[in-house]
């Protein structure tokens, strides 16, 4: 299994310009990761990286905890191969899209159905940053709403329009509550995406145990998140390395 | 032991007609699937397909994540195996049967003790609707309180007056919840019918944590559960695949 | 590793009349499958099956999930090792002791530590019958407050007075919980007692979160537990079987 | 794998001196079983050991799951490497230094962000000691709230007068809760120190479920974590067995 998985991807790399081999190659890791990490674990979702201005990389329709480096394809801000190639794509890939179209500084894309995540999008009460693994919720991170944005739907994000609406309502934002949905995250790196993604989920289950303890909260501080954004992923390569091994250990594969 | 497996498949399929041989692989992968997910695992519980008009397909009295091809057999709406022969059945059979009779639309039937779904099956707070994945829920799932229709019972359903009872709770809905019990959940195919099953467990779960945060929720609204409804699985083969990949793996079998 | 059980468990039987053999190979079934269960996984536990009216059988002091053939030990009601030979024993073997001393149809005995339990144990909220499977909690399950009982101490049964203490808060139910501690769960064979332990702590877990739904809770009615009850460990043989597949597949033992 | 592993402890012990060389072993344990445990599992941490009045042994800068005897380092109270080597280090290995340098009857220090303990960090409702598993928490466990103590910060103990501040919250506790953090646990060995750590997560999360049953809690007294402290990890040489296999088994390595 492990070998044919080489074999894959070193085909597939064959198919790609130098620069952007690491990124297939990561991008393979964060399926696998967030697959394992229960972010894309139950009911999908899936994650993009972007190659310039107007292309992003993905995988074709499969389930994260599947995707090898063959499945991985190039679309247009349109949603299209770049190709030119049939496959069966993601229905909601103009999430991506229309977010690489309004947010230069994003250069990776997480979509997910993360179990603890839900109940927040779905609550009027806000999700707010409880340690310093999730500062960047401190940032803010806004609630979408489609059927106030665009009326009664079957809730995907499945036309360019539905997508810029979702990309609207996440401005300026490191990520997005999806209400009746999920929630989408973004970040400056995949490595910063992927980490944002685990901890959106494990902030969520934390803010969940300190409510329900019924006394005050503390939250950081606008300035404790202003400060631990600074760091821009202090100790993330240790992560990183830890997850890969975890997501891709022998049996795991 | 994969060959074992695979062997015993060859054989029992042989026993089979052509048109259910896949039934008789879908229903092994649904028994391992359930299990897998969580909804067999506590408790157990069981799964059927329909065969005909007045025919179903299930398990003998096993655990479902031990479930292989030999152990299914063909049972009429009595209950009674067709072949004649003697063997230990699941005692709630009736489940089934009685459902079978009354809805000739349904085409599978889940019955589970799966921990999330029972402290609603308990409670007059009713479930409803979190998200897409389990849009289904707003067609509306009644609770059967077995002692209310039948009077102090052993709780088991175990005979047809005690299934039809339940059958008539049911009604036309997708999914009923048994009080003191569990619930029982169908569907217009065997796929649709497990989605439905660990999509139930998981917006209970996501229901009773929005429910502790302790603001208004918002649930899906009718017109968004028929527009998801309507699109009648969509995804339902990638997450089939997936599931069945994760409950098949080796050292899983 | 199976080869190295199977040889010590074919010495050990040697040890063993040929009625008790089979006790031999249940008890350490019924240690690992509690561990695998979680039931005597966290903070540990043990569990002992009675031999004859003044001598039961119990591991010495080793962590449950490691429990072998060759490290049962067979004690008398004062909580020595009938052969004479010193051994590390459980210091809590007095709970076994002085239940079966008072008890005479109970047949086998589980210590239990298991976390859905203690915040039961701790509080002033009964513990009450969710659902078919852990009926016998209708039976009623009592709190022992060692403080009321005896005084200050560290909570260990650690002497005869204080399990002959801990056996008449029990009374002639089948559970007793124990403040700051865990619970004690009693039955009239090894497989009905190890099941009562696994949904005991189920049912904590089911009914905490009933509770937490907000709305009224209907629990199992006194008939209604008494028609469970009257089965007998209904479906017990098919639980065991996946119980102990689960808990003994390779790489377990 | 678990040659490798065999070869490197080989070698590295051979650095060492007689008496150190259990501490590595143990302290290389300390790391698997915390991280397989849960304890250094998510956001991860760091657990140390004293070697000497002003000496102490930690990892390099890796994940605790994934440690090494030849990631071990002994630094100095200034946190430096007494070898003088360059290397990736913890950037908060100051929580260690300045504990140790206060606490001449710490001889191990945990620092952690186990999930179950962080909404207890940011609440106002203070832990306390569900049962005997954690009586040491009625010795006391103080929140450090770092914004209080030195102002606006990234929230890391990354200089020695933060670490000097959080060693004086801790006082003479054997553990102290961080403000949007985590806690540091402290113990006179590092078999204690690692069971408090495992029992402190666990306990959190026993007063989390008592709470939300909403009737009265009652915990242990100060007199019966005084008896429980008194008996000075009584079953710990069961639970570290226990442990380690289950940390050091074939497949974890």
Known sequence: MRITLALLLFFSLNAWGEADRRLVEDLVAANRILAHEGVLAEGWGHVSVRLSKDRFL????VAPEMVQAA?????DLAGNPVDGKARDLYSERFIHAEIYRVRPDVMSVVHTHAPPVVPFADSKVPLRPMYARSA????GVPVFDIREAIGETDLLIRTPAIGAALARA???KPAVLMRGHGATVVGPSIQRTVSRSIFLAMNASLQQNAIALGGPVTYLSPEETRLVEEREGHGLKR???????????PGKS
């Not at 993905?58 to 329709?61: E, G, K, P, V």
């Not at 992560?239 to 250990?249: D, F, P, Q, S, V």
């Open 58 to 61: 993905i995988s074709q329709a």
């Open 71 to 75: 499945d991985l394809v190039e679309l």
């Open 136 to 139: 960047f919720i401190g940032l």
């Open 170 to 172: 996440l401005g300026d």
């Open 239 to 249: 992560a990183w390395e830890a997850w890969k091994r975890r997501a891709m250990a």
